[in-house]
T-cell receptor
Framework: AQSVSQHNHHVILSEAASLELGCNYS??????LFWYVQYPGQHLQLLLK??????LVKGIKGFEAEFIKSKFSFNLRKPSVQWSDTAEYFC????????????FGTGTRLKVLA | ETGVTQSPTHLIKTRGQQVTLRCSSQ?????VSWYQQALGQGPQFIFQ???????GRGNFPPRFSGLQFPNYSSELNVNALELDDSALYLC?????????????FGPGTRLTVL
């Protein structure tokens, strides 16, 4: 079955610490990969996405993610987090062809301490 | 904030009733997707509508149905409500091209089934 796994459910970091959030997927065929973020009181919004080409993708606010096809992974990273990065982060995947579905992981709640 | 709006904001129903939720898509978007987000979970894909037809469906029973109108707005209908249907229902609009399939989310409708 198609699925997305986010291994870290809650992460607490101090400001300036480095961040890496894990995402693994199980999906046959070629996929598109996404990270979405939900800041407190705001809508879900796109952080970054991968469709093809360079597997290292840069997004907004200094975030980046690396697609490793052999590991079915798309981990999110930021070298130095800020208090304003406190939010919930969701990894998502859809297939580039075939039956349309958009699958989200369960999310990771990040709290950054000032 | 996106240009996606949803109504109502909150809704309380009793088991067995029917409910209709509404969504207006962002200007220029012709595709609408619906998601159910239970507490502590990621959004779960219900279905997507493109040109007034269902374009893909997740693992939801037939009592979850939808409509899309010529102006691309959409409705989600749920019949025979069950307690487990209590959740945040999210609408997202996007363009048709799957390769640029960023979902633009609305604020959601919080449904409580008693």
């Amino acid at each position: 079955a198609q699925s997305v796994s986010q291994h870290n459910h809650h992460v607490i970091l101090s400001e300036a610490a480095s961040l890496e959030l894990g995402c693994n997927y199980s999906y046959g065929g070629t996929v598109n990969l996404f990270w979405y973020v939900q800041y407190p009181g705001q809508h879900l919004q796109l952080l970054l996405k991968y469709f093809s080409g360079d597997p290292l993708v840069k997004g907004i606010k200094g975030f980046e993610a690396e697609f490793i096809k052999s590991k079915f992974s798309f981990n999110l990273r930021k070298p130095s987090v800020q208090w304003s990065d406190t939010a919930e982060y969701f990894c998502a995947v859809n297939a580039q062809s075939g039956t349309y579905k958009y699958i989200f992981g369960t999310g990771t709640r990040l709290k950054v301490l000032a | 904030e996106t240009g996606v709006t949803q109504s109502p904001t909150h809704l309380i129903k009793t088991r067995g009733q029917q409910v209709t939720l509404r969504c207006s898509s962002q200007s220029g978007h012709n595709t609408v997707s619906w998601y159910q987000q239970a507490l502590g979970q990621g959004p779960q894909f219900i279905f997507q509508y493109y040109r007034e037809e269902e374009n893909g469906r997740g693992n939801f029973p037939p009592r979850f149905s939808g409509l899309q109108f010529p102006n691309y707005s959409s409705e989600l209908n749920v019949n025979a409500l069950e307690l487990d249907d209590s959740a945040l229902y999210l609408c997202a609009s996007s363009g048709r091209d799957r390769s640029t399939d960023t979902q633009y989310f609305g604020p959601g409708t919080r449904l409580t089934v008693l």
